[in-house]
Structures are given as C-alpha cells and as structure tokens.
C-alpha cells in the first residue's frame, strides 16, 4: 500500500504529514524510525498522523511521533504545520484536538501560522518531575557537575537552563543526561537559553527521542514561561533559534500562551506502507 505525505518544517524542525488510513493501527516505533532516518527514509524530527474522521469539537485529529518512535503529547511547530495544511479545507481559523485536547490555531498566511498552547504549568507532578516541592528554581547533581534550572509543562515536559552564550552551552553533554535522568520519568526536553534583554531571547533545544532540534515550539514556550517567572522578560518575546525566529506572547498565569513563526511545505511524495 502506497501512503502520500507531506514534507513540512517550522524553522527546520522538521515533520513528515500523513493523513492515516481508517482502521489502521497507528506505525510502530520500527517504522517510525525507519521512515525518520536521514539517509534511508524521508527524514524528520516528528511524524504527524491526522486521523480520518473529524473528531468533536474540532476540524481534524492528530498525533505525535518522535523520530525515535516514541509517541509525544505536543508539539508547538508540527501544530502550526497541521493547521497550515489543513487551512485550504477548513479556513484560517483551525482547531486540532490531539492527546492534551482541543488546540487552535490561526492560519495568517500560507508561510505563518499562530497557535495556542494553552497555560504553562510549573507544578512537578505535571511534567512529571520529582521534585518534593515546586520552586522557580532547582539544583540537580550530576556526575560532574551541579546544574539549575526552570522546570514547565507546556503539556509536554521541559526543564530550562540559563547560559551566557548558546554558542557555548554544553548542548550535547547537558542534553542526553537530563533529557534521561530519573528524576523525570517520562524524559524531558532540554533548553539552554540565553537572555539578550527582557524581549528577546536565544536558544537551543535538546529534544527527547529527537535529540538537538532546528527549532522547537513548545521549547520556545517554555524557555519565555520560565524567564516570565523569574521575572526577566515581557510580555511579548522574540525567540531566536538556529532556523530562525519566532514570537511568544504570554500575560501571566491564568492565561494561555500564544506562539506565531514561518511554516513551509517542502515536498510531497509516496512510501510504502
């Protein structure tokens, strides 16, 4: 059986857009990264699955798969490439419900897309993480080193670590060791964010069961919700990541926070099923 998709990126985090057949049982983790490998498959950070029926309450249901094949509750930038996909059938205003529930996007253009991930919640058990108590700031001890960092859930789990410099930050020896460490029993996604001034941000995403991401959406999210809780930044932040920019806006707990950035379809093909 030939299956279509499409080729989509936020920023360069990078998705592969499958409309699932009716009745099929969701690819295991073998076919996901088989189809997720650079070289012998498509190539992606996630896999998106729309299902075929139209759920209630909202134009079209979806999943996430990591390029590890490992299912995932969201994801900010393969959000955004849903509700641009889908834009031409159903309008610029969008409403995908996946794992977390309803989400809604509004569809700018083609080229940009703004989403609502919900309120981020700094409460341990909603990562989950270990933590006896919620605090704005944690210390971990690791084999070589004392780490501090913000914790959030942004449906998703994300620990946030301020550095002087991306350039330098030990992405890919801080990563792989939080992203496993028992304290979070789900995994978590690692950011390392460099504060330029209290409207404008840079930073690096670790993600779980991608690794080190072009960009990442709910990353972005968290990395603004942790610097608002510290008290270092706007309301409105610019968020610079290695693909590129995007805007998050968040008021404050008791609202939600909305993410606007570039989507592109960069090709669409047929793989075996």
């Not at 057949?21 to 896999?47: C, H, I, N, T, Y």
């Not at 990442?216 to 920019?245: F, I, K, N, Y």
């Amino acid at each position: 059986m030939k299956l279509h998709f499409v080729k989509m990126n936020g920023l360069g985090n990078d998705f592969m857009v499958v409309e699932w057949p009716k009745g099929r049982p969701a690819p295991d983790a073998e076919l996901v990264r088989r189809w997720s490998d650079r070289r012998l498959g498509v190539g992606f950070d996630q896999l998106l699955l729309l299902g075929a029926e139209r759920p209630r309450g909202g134009d079209a249901s979806y999943r996430v798969f990591n390029a590890d094949g490992g299912e995932v509750e969201q994801c900010g930038n393969g959000a955004r490439c849903l509700a641009s996909f889908l834009a031409p059938r159903v309008g610029r205003d969008v409403t995908l419900v996946g794992p977390l529930g309803p989400t809604v996007a509004k569809v700018e253009s083609a080229e940009r897309v703004s989403v609502d991930l919900g309120e981020p919640s700094f409460e341990p058990s909603a990562l989950p993480f270990t933590a006896p108590a919620r605090r704005d700031r944690y210390r971990l001890e690791l084999p070589t080193q004392s780490v501090e960092f913000g914790a959030v859930s942004m449906g998703n789990p994300h620990v946030v670590i301020e550095v002087d410099s991306v350039a330098r930050a030990p992405v890919g020896i801080l990563g792989p060791v939080l992203e496993r460490h028992p304290s979070f029993p789900q995994r978590v996604n690692v950011g390392f964010m460099q504060r330029v001034d209290d409207r404008h941000i840079k930073l690096r995403v670790f993600e779980r069961g991608a690794g080190e991401t072009l960009a990442c959406g709910t990353g972005a999210a968290a990395a603004v919700a942790v610097g608002r809780l510290w008290g270092e930044l706007t309301e409105r932040v610019e968020v610079s990541l290695p693909g590129g920019m995007l805007e998050v806006s968040w008021r404050g707990p008791g609202s939600t926070l909305w993410q606007t950035g570039p989507v592109s379809a960069a090709y669409e093909g047929q793989i075996e099923l």
